[in-house]
């Protein structure tokens, strides 16, 4: 066996993986994802949370972190909500991160679990961690149990008009000379938001999946990370679209919809290309789309239809493991 050098050991002593709150004085490496914060999680589930984090000690920085909700023998990242997953600072190692997998499998088998499961943010939110996490958790003999395909659109100066696809083009001319006019919906408005969306879901056979009022009270504690957007032909509401702002940088497109009778001069492109221009003005660098399935079948036309509109495709995929 090689000796470690004193050099090495040093380094060592500078990191530290721990269960449990972050102590007191230190701070975050990585912008947290609002579904990993502690109040998201709360309105997720009030019980049954455990935390795992390795610390930078001599930077009192948190490199790394992972949140699991216990319950039946099962942890769960998320328990409720489009991901959960891991916060990781661009300081982390490979290394530091495979063990990380490791500390936590312990921590939780101690504790009775005998199945992991973990839905990963979208690929296209970071693709060199999604890569180098997709990896390492094979390493660790997790499998992956489910992939979506969704969609996203990466901000940049020029305008949406120039990044989308011929055919959309001329969609967004009509929606011009039909005179549609776009707004910022104040948070007051969420649930006439919420009920045109549900309505317009149900004019093609589908609905949503979170009721009213479990959004009504994520929106309560949660208001600024909310954003509404609306169409309207004159006065009356044709297209909207109810955003979550998931940390500093991206936009999640949550629940969106447009009224049958409004198909003539297709609104949503004109919403996206108004939702894309406000991200510019907010220094928001990625939209996400959102996935595109129906009772986990792929829903070929909509990906498509987000591709053409400047849409790089973004997978999402959820991890298994049974600890033996």
């Known amino acids: 066996m090689?000796?470690?050098k004193k050099d090495d050991k040093v380094k060592d002593d500078y990191f530290?993986?721990?269960e449990g709150s972050v102590p007191k004085g230190y701070k975050a490496d990585?912008?947290?994802?609002l579904f990993n914060s502690e109040t998201h999680r709360k309105l997720q589930s009030d019980k049954?949370?455990?935390?795992?984090?390795?610390?930078?000690k001599d930077k009192k920085k948190v490199l790394g972190s992972i949140h699991f909700c216990v319950s039946n023998a099962e942890?769960?990242?998320p328990k409720r909500a489009p991901f959960g997953s891991f916060e990781l600072s661009s300081l982390i190692t490979t290394s530091q991160l495979?063990?990380?997998?490791?500390?936590?499998e312990k921590k939780l088998k101690k504790k009775g679990v005998n199945r992991v499961q973990i839905k990963s943010y979208p690929a296209y939110y970071n693709i060199n961690s999604h890569n180098i996490l997709t990896v390492l958790l094979s390493n660790h003999q997790y499998n992956i149990i489910n992939a979506e395909l969704g969609a996203c659109i990466r901000i940049g100066d020029g305008n949406f008009e120039d990044r989308i696809d011929g055919w959309e083009k001329r969609k967004l001319k009509q929606s011009i000379k039909a005179d549609l006019r776009f707004k910022v919906i104040p948070i007051k408005g969420i649930e006439d938001t919420y009920r045109f969306i549900s309505w317009c879901r149900k004019e093609r056979g589908h609905q949503l999946s979170m009721s009213y009022e479990d959004l009504e009270k994520t929106v309560k504690l949660l208001k600024g990370h909310f954003v509404?957007?609306?169409?309207?032909?004159?006065e009356q509401l044709v297209a909207a679209s109810i955003s979550i702002r998931v940390n500093h940088k991206v936009l999640y497109n949550f629940y969106s919809a447009h009224s049958k009778s409004a198909n003539a001069y297709s609104p949503v492109v004109?919403?996206?290309?108004e939702m894309y221009a406000w991200c510019q003005t907010h220094h928001v660098t990625l939209l996400d789309l959102g996935t595109s399935a129906w009772d986990g079948v792929p829903n070929f036309s909509l990906i498509d239809f987000k591709l053409r509109l400047g849409g790089v495709p973004a997978m999402k995929l959820t991890f298994e493991k049974e600890l033996l």
């Open 30 to 33: 990585f912008d947290e994802s």
């Open 16 to 18: 530290e993986m721990i």
């Open 98 to 104: 495979y063990e990380l997998i490791g500390f936590f």
């Open 48 to 56: 049954g949370w455990h935390s795992f984090h390795l610390l930078r």
């Open 228 to 234: 509404l957007f609306g169409v309207y032909q004159v």
């Open 2 to 4: 090689v000796a470690k």
């Open 75 to 77: 942890a769960v990242s």
């Open 270 to 273: 004109f919403l996206i290309g």
